[in-house]
T-cell receptor
Framework: DAKTTQPTSMDCAEGRAANLPCNHS???????VYWYRQIHSQGPQYIIH???NNETNEMASLIITEDRKSSTLILPHATLRDTAVYYC?????????????FGTGTRLTIIP | DVKVTQSSRYLVKRTGEKVFLECVQD?????MFWYRQDPGLGLRLIYF???????EKGDIPEGYSVSREKKERFSLILESASTNQTSMYLC???????????????FGSGTRLTVV
């Protein structure tokens, strides 16, 4: 699996858009970009994933650059409940199964 | 909603004890995973299973074993607990063929194990 690089921590004001970057310069053609988050004392929670097109769901948007070497997770109107550690992961689908390797992520703090 | 239930939230065991961590999921997921999480190291994969009776080593299997006798249950076993196995243990499950709305892993809330 390709490795990812994320900032260790970020702050964002409540109500503003939180933009979390991720570099994955060695991503290969069949690898997806996944984002998870982990709120304190809970297990990680799936947010969104994508291959090459931008994706949006009820939680967030995922913007993947054309060369696929980096991506940005966007939380459009951050709330205090979005304070968490955010993990960017790249992984291929092997026979329909996924083995995900989590790094240390970005600790996002939403400031009131 | 998919639920992944870990039998204990907190556990304290003595060095040398045999420890069983249980994980049950209720949505017929084929894949199940055990991770441990330590400060500064993120989540590390211990073992995983793609089917009943199947198991595969993850990145840090030493000192651990697993059992998957039924599809819904995946047990992590510490044969002889040691203090360096003090950690947060997280279980997860997923579908082999993801369907719309069911992507990704579903995690349990974790078991914080302390070995004294």
């Amino acid at each position: 699996d390709a490795k990812t690089t994320q900032p260790t921590s970020m702050d964002c004001a409540e109500g503003r858009a939180a933009n979390l970057p991720c570099n994955h310069s060695t991503i290969s053609g069949n690898e997806y970009v996944y984002w998870y988050r982990q709120i304190h004392s809970q297990g990680p929670q799936y947010i969104i994933h994508g291959l090459k097109n931008n994706e949006t769901n009820e939680m967030a948007s995922l913007i993947i650059t054309e060369d696929r070497k980096s991506s940005t997770l966007i939380l459009p109107h951050a709330t205090l409940r979005d304070t968490a550690v955010y993990y960017c992961i790249v992984s291929s689908l092997l026979f329909g199964n996924e083995k995900l390797t989590f790094g240390t992520g970005t600790r996002l703090t939403i400031i009131p | 909603d998919v639920k992944v239930t870990q039998s204990s939230r907190y556990l304290v065991k003595r060095t040398g004890e045999k420890v069983f961590l249980e994980c049950v999921q209720d949505m017929d997921h084929e894949n199940m995973f055990w991770y441990r999480q330590d400060p500064g190291l993120g989540l590390r994969l211990i073992y995983f299973s793609y089917d009943v009776k199947m198991k595969e080593k993850g990145d840090i299997p030493e000192g651990y074993s697993v059992s998957r006798e039924k599809k819904e249950r995946f047990s992590l076993i510490l044969e002889s607990a040691s203090t360096n196995q003090t950690s947060m243990y997280l279980c997860a499950s997923s579908l082999s063929v993801p369907q719309i709305g069911t992507y990704g892993y579903t995690f349990g809330s974790g078991t914080r194990l302390t070995v004294v």
